[in-house]
């Protein structure tokens, strides 16, 4: 199983939809977990923070479920400036290895 | 600077050539991350240097790859004896820390996009 897996999609969408991504991670003592968002031809970019109660920054919530070893971005009312690639990223839990990148999810939102 | 800064941000190279990438990262973080992305593909770690500590060099593919990291600051990536395969973007990154929490969030910079031709 690899380290961290996600669908790489493409997600095809309508504006104003509501998407959501789902991305699973292989060890368990993993520590800390963020959504980065990288545009074609660009660098990544932090999107948002992954908290265990979960968290939410305007159209975008991310939840955690350490049991199942997942964590999900839901994305509401779908913009066209959404359409981008995104990645999910976990922190292991030794202090001494980088953090490893799913190979990400990558969204079209139509108008 | 505010971000991570790399250089050269395009270099084009004939194959066999050797070619040194830079990266600055930014004030005060004390760990830099080389990673390495072809078109289309996801990010493939390369090279992780935390403050003193000996880096984790476990993700350069060849003995061609080296990188070092001097004064705990400007980190320099040496490709050696170019091939087509290296042809991608190669994307520092920095965190203030590697501890746990919100510290380890990492800031990228945009890249040198490298073509071996």
């Known amino acids: 199983r690899k380290e961290v897996e996600q669908d790489p999609g493409p997600f095809n969408v309508p504006e104003g939809a509501t998407v959501a991504f789902n991305c699973t991670y292989s060890n368990s003592a993993s520590q800390s977990f963020f959504w980065y968002r990288q545009d074609c031809r660009k660098e990544p970019k932090l999107l948002m923070s992954v908290y265990s109660s979960g968290n939410e920054d305007g159209r975008f919530t991310a939840q955690l479920n350490r049991a199942s070893q997942y964590i999900s971005l839901l994305i509401r009312d779908s913009k066209l400036s959404d359409s981008a690639t995104y990645l999910c990223?976990?922190?292991?839990?030794?202090?001494?290895?980088?953090?490893?990148f799913g190979k990400g999810t990558r969204l079209s939102v139509i108008a | 600077g505010a971000g991570v800064s790399q250089s050269p941000s395009n270099k084009v190279t004939e194959k066999g050539k050797d070619v040194e990438l830079r990266c600055d990262p930014i004030s005060g973080h004390t760990a830099l991350y080389w990673y390495r992305q072809s078109l289309g593909q996801g990010l493939e770690f390369l090279i992780y240097f935390q403050g003193n500590s000996a880096p984790d060099k476990s993700g350069l593919p060849s003995d061609r790859f080296s990188a070092e990291r001097t004064g705990g600051s400007v980190s320099t990536l040496t490709i050696q004896r170019t091939q087509q395969e290296d042809s991608a973007v190669y994307l520092c990154a920095s965190s203030l820390t590697r501890g746990l929490g919100s510290g380890n969030t990492i800031y990228f910079g945009e890249g040198s996009w490298l073509t071996v031709v």
């Open positions: 990223v976990v922190t292991p839990n030794s202090g001494n290895t980088p953090l490893v």
